[in-house]
């Protein structure tokens, strides 16, 4: 099971970005799907996850109205478009799955549990 994310640039402040993260070799299925970040010195955090198969999101207040998670119909990638970046945005990005909605804080697989995380990709938002 692999993930493979891409997108990730260098942008201005109020630039967009889309993210994408391509499943190789399965399909995500019934799987919920997150994006997460970790910024230079922070530790990672959730962004987003979106559900399978009723494709409800959930996004953490710093990018609601401003990123927007989605899948494509063949469930084999999942996409985050980011619009009206912020420096504060700049992180690397994950994806990973399954991705559990916690307290209004997305997990994604810890250790050994069922799932996996794909390589960041670094988005970098200048001022």
């Known amino acids: 099971v692999q993930l493979q994310a891409s997108g990730g640039g260098l942008v201005q402040t109020g630039g967009s970005l889309r993210l994408s993260c391509a499943a190789s070799?399965?399909?995500?299925?019934?799987?919920?799907i997150g994006w997460f970040r970790q910024a230079p010195g922070k530790e990672r955090e959730g962004v987003s996850c979106i559900s399978n198969p009723d494709g409800t999101t959930f996004y953490i207040d710093s990018v609601k109205d401003r990123f927007t998670i989605s899948i494509d119909s063949a469930k084999t990638t999942v996409y985050l478009q980011m619009n009206n970046l912020k420096p504060e945005d700049t992180a690397a990005y994950y994806c990973?799955?399954?991705?559990?909605?916690?307290?209004?804080?997305?997990?994604?697989?810890?250790?050994?549990?069922?799932?996996?995380w794909g390589q960041g990709t670094l988005v970098t938002v200048s001022s």
């Open positions: 070799g399965f399909t995500f299925g019934d799987y919920a």
């Open positions: 990973a799955f399954p991705c559990t909605v916690v307290g209004n804080t997305p997990y994604g697989p810890v250790g050994t549990d069922f799932g996996s």
